[in-house]
């Protein structure tokens, strides 16, 4: 695959981020703000199309926006999280939120005013929280991988989500964390997931190098044993861990399914 880190990549993302804001301009809003990967600029196109998923922090929005930003069809996911300004002012510096403060773009609108958080303030607990949200990614990509025809570029991205939620947590208990995922992966290079943690970072912003079948499987089971060795060596309980580990190769993928749908996770398989 063509990995685009140009001005043409610029441009392609450009114009799909104007698709975004003409749709959010079909109704009133506050603040239309871009943050995840693109919104760090970390963000690229592979053969023309966005590689990442678009991540909009959407505040004040009335009804004809939301619905103009849901009914957006750009052949990509566009995420939209819909907040009222009384929830923002309120907003706890979680990752996620520590993020959109240090890591976004205001596409449209009102800038956000939230305060100037520390690493150090985000509280473990999230870390866990993602990682406990990561153990429905890792059965998510095992589902996929058990497919007659798998999407490997799925099965790998979700193994990658874990590896990064592992590395993350690391960092956070440090009190030492930022936006970018290459700083991160510098951060954590003399860890013993550093290699493993830069693989995946390289996988979710480039797309290199590419995986093949072989290789994706190997992701997704040293990314378990990660888990596994992180939890252990942490003592720390994370809820769907038992259901992760309870997985074997042994597991059909019909009892696969039903474990992910008693998760309330199918609409992702």
């Known amino acids: 695959m063509k990995y685009t880190p140009s001005i043409d990549g610029d441009l392609i993302i450009s114009r799909y981020l104007g698709k975004i804001k003409k749709a959010a301009n079909k109704g009133k809003f506050r603040s239309l703000v871009l943050f995840g990967s693109y919104g760090k600029g970390e963000g690229v196109v592979i053969e023309g199309k966005p590689r990442n998923d678009f991540d909009i922090l959407l505040v004040d929005g009335d009804d004809k926006c939301q619905q103009a930003l849901a009914e957006l069809d750009l052949g990509c996911e566009v995420e939209v999280h ?6 923002v002012k309120k907003a706890e510096p979680t990752q996620q939120w520590w993020e959109i403060k240090y890591g976004s773009q205001l596409l449209d609108g009102k800038p956000l005013h939230l305060p100037a958080w520390e690493a150090y303030e985000i509280p473990y607990s999230d870390a866990i929280n993602s990682l406990n949200k990561r153990c429905i990614s890792m059965l998510i990509g095992k589902h996929e991988m058990m497919k007659d025809e798998p999407d490997w570029r799925k ?22 964390f930022h936006p970018s995922y290459a700083h991160r992966s510098l951060m954590l290079i003399q860890d013993q997931i550093g290699d493993l943690y830069q693989i995946a970072v390289s996988v979710k912003i480039r797309n290199l190098p590419e995986l093949n079948p072989d290789q994706v499987w190997r992701l997704w089971h040293d990314a378990r044993q990660s888990f596994s060795a992180y939890v252990t060596n942490n003592q720390i309980e994370v809820e769907l861990a038992s259901i992760l580990f309870g997985v074997t190769d042994r ?12 998760l309330g996770a199918e609409r992702w398989i």
Do not use: N, P, W, Y
């Open 155 to 176: 099965a790998a991205e979700q193994a990658i989500k874990m590896v990064i939620a592992i590395g993350d947590a690391m960092l956070i208990k440090r009190g030492k």
């Open 251 to 262: 597991t059909s993928k019909k009892e696969l399914v039903e474990v992910i749908t008693e």
């Open 82 to 87: 819909a907040f009222d300004h009384k929830q």
